[in-house]
């Protein structure tokens, strides 16, 4: 399910539609939290492997961003509980899950990473 083709950019207008014009916070909590994990992706801090669990990708964050421990382990447990259709999310859940995603895409860039190696360090 994190083999999603769908980009960051399509997961985070899916989940906050489903919110906002539907009320359905169930699907737009788990396309905001798989907006998450594509986003770590795409920016290179986590490496999705085929048959990774939420728990696994959560790991391989935490590894990576363990200033986001606390917000990764929370939204990987209701990502869990609604994904596996234990419960429903409601409006609280989604809005952890989306001030998660706002915190990391404002403090992590897609050129964070240094690439001094190669003669430039991000974009100029």
């Excluded at 048959?51 to 990576?64: D, F, G, K, L, Y």
């Excluded at 363990?66 to 509980?81: C, H, L, S």
Aim: a neutral charge.
């Amino acid at each position: 399910f994190f083999l999603d083709n769908r980009s960051y950019s399509q997961l985070l207008i899916a989940g906050k539609s489903a919110a906002d014009t539907q009320k359905d916070y169930t699907i737009g909590t788990m396309e905001l939290y798989r907006a998450i994990i594509k986003y770590l992706q795409e920016t290179d801090v986590i490496v999705i492997t085929r048959n990774m669990t939420p728990n696994e990708v959560a790991q391989h964050a935490i590894s990576s961003i363990p200033q986001y421990k606390k917000g990764i382990i929370e939204t990987t447990n209701i990502f869990n509980r609604i994904f596996y259709g234990i419960q429903k999310a409601n409006e609280k859940e989604y809005n952890i899950t989306y001030q998660l995603l706002l915190d990391i895409t404002s403090n992590i860039t897609p050129y964070e990473k240094s690439y001094e190696g190669f003669g430039y360090g991000g974009i100029h």
